[in-house]
């Protein structure tokens, strides 16, 4: 199993620019997430997804957009990229929540917007 | 909201030392959960844990979760340069929504070896 995959690695955005971070994992986990981590700040969660077809807002979704059209792939839509979304995003998927959970994370995306 | 907050945000100790970092809840947890995230890395699974007043050990790993289910600590004893990097605690409020995990904000171990 691949795990938690996530592209790309690193990317730089102009503001005003739009990008998709891909993220896709094999363990066929109902549940996924959309972390950013900004330097000392530790995991902010920007969107989640209980199963397919269905998404909700965490902390922090002001300027992203998701979707969850398979179990597979969660992407994480950024339409107008400002300065304030420079950060390291990580995806992750769980199995279940509660007594037995434990996320798997992807690799992350560095992202800067100049 | 809930809050999650650790201490201390920083610790640097000589290899061979002991490291604590704490973790507290404004709310009462359902569970807490331990992450470690290497230089560069991403966070990684350490345990859960879930019952008042829990213990477990993962060889010079020491986890607690406080009777009342809103704090927590991590213990290593006789540290190694392999155990630098950021310790994060996670919980999930027992009252909230079932899926908003929250993160404290991490504590740094760097090792002198």
């Known amino acids: 199993n691949a795990g938690v995959t996530q592209t790309p690695k690193f990317r730089i955005l102009k503001i005003g620019q739009s990008m998709t971070l891909q993220c896709t994992q094999d363990?066929?986990?109902?549940?996924m997430y959309w972390y950013r981590q900004d330097p000392g700040m530790g995991l902010k969660l920007i969107y989640y997804?209980?199963?397919?077809?269905?998404?909700d807002k965490g902390e922090v979704p002001n300027g992203y957009n998701v979707s969850r059209s398979t179990t597979e792939d969660f992407p994480l839509r950024l339409e107008l990229a400002a300065p304030s979304q420079t950060s390291v995003y990580f995806c992750?998927?769980?199995?279940?929540?509660?007594?037995?959970?434990?996320?798997?994370f992807g690799s992350g995306t560095q992202l800067s917007v100049l | 909201g809930q809050q999650v907050m650790q201490i201390p945000q920083y610790q640097h100790v000589q290899e061979g030392e002991d490291f604590t970092t704490y973790c507290n809840s404004s709310?009462?947890?359902?569970?807490i959960q331990w992450y470690k995230q290497r230089p560069g890395g991403h966070p990684v699974f350490l345990i859960q844990?879930?019952?008042?007043?829990e213990v477990k050990k993962q060889k010079r790993l020491t986890f607690q979760f406080g009777e009342a289910k809103k704090n927590s600590s991590l213990h290593i004893t006789a540290t190694q340069t392999t155990d630098v990097g950021t310790y994060f605690c996670?919980?999930?409020?027992?009252?909230?929504?079932?899926?908003?995990?929250?993160f404290g904000k991490g504590t740094l171990l760097t090792v002198n070896p």
């Open positions: 992750a998927s769980s199995y279940q929540t509660g007594s037995n959970e434990k996320l798997f």
């Open positions: 363990m066929n986990h109902n549940y």
């Open positions: 997804s209980v199963g397919a077809g269905i998404t």
């Open positions: 709310t009462t947890l359902s569970n």
């Open positions: 844990l879930v019952k008042s007043g």
């Open positions: 996670a919980g999930r409020s027992s009252g909230g929504s079932n899926y908003k995990l929250t």
